[in-house]
């Protein structure tokens, strides 16, 4: 899967010239927390995040009047406080690489550009209803998780094992272990019951970890 299967777009973006209070009031309106910044020929200059528009305030607050504080707030624009070093992919990026991107520079969401322009954007809510269909969270079925044996043609075995005995494989997902030698596997199977779906793969695994219906 590529981001931009699963991608948002049309993206909304701002200018850097817009006021912090105007952009603050558009992310609550359009329900988003971050906003692309694009020069007038639209390519991409910065980026603005909700929690950057939060804690943005003058440092000498405490002392001026509530009239003062909301002129110097509508006065400070998106370009004062948005961030300049932007970390964007293409639309070509396979999912799991944009997943590993913002996982280890902690942040929680990444534009999509084509040729410096944005056509879309990828967040960790994009990202967690990927993960709710890989495992098949919303499917009703058996949910088995196992340990078997991180060995070549480990995984056909299951999987023909869970066919022959009638079994429809609706998701699966394979996860690091509880060592070097095995891995992590959870299955959702609709067609069969939990003690057919057991009997069918116990050969075949080092360890049932967890077994049971789901709806």
Known sequence: MLVKERMSRPVITIHPDLPMQDALNLMHKEKIRRLPVIEKQGRLIGIVS???????????????????????????????????????????????????????NKIGGLTVVREDK??????????????????????SGIRLAALVPDE???????????????????????????????????????????????NAINPFVDRVLDIRSTH
């Open 50 to 104: 909700e929690n950057d528009l939060l804690h943005a305030s003058p440092s000498d607050a405490t002392s001026l009047s509530v009239w003062e504080l909301n002129y110097l707030l509508h006065k400070t624009t998106v370009a004062q406080i948005m961030t300049t070093n932007v970390i964007s992919i293409s639309e070509d990026t396979p999912i799991e690489e944009a997943a590993r991107i913002m996982a280890d």
């Open 118 to 139: 944005v056509v879309g954007i990828i967040t960790e809510t994009d990202l967690f209803k990927i993960f709710l269909e890989m495992l098949g969270a919303r499917e």
């Open 152 to 198: 070549a043609g480990e995984l056909s075995q299951l999987t023909t094992a869970i066919f022959n005995a009638g079994g429809n494989i609706l998701a699966l997902g394979t996860f690091m272990g509880e060592s070097s030698e095995n891995r992590e596997v959870t299955i959702k199977v609709s067609g069969i019951n939990a003690h057919q779906l057991e």
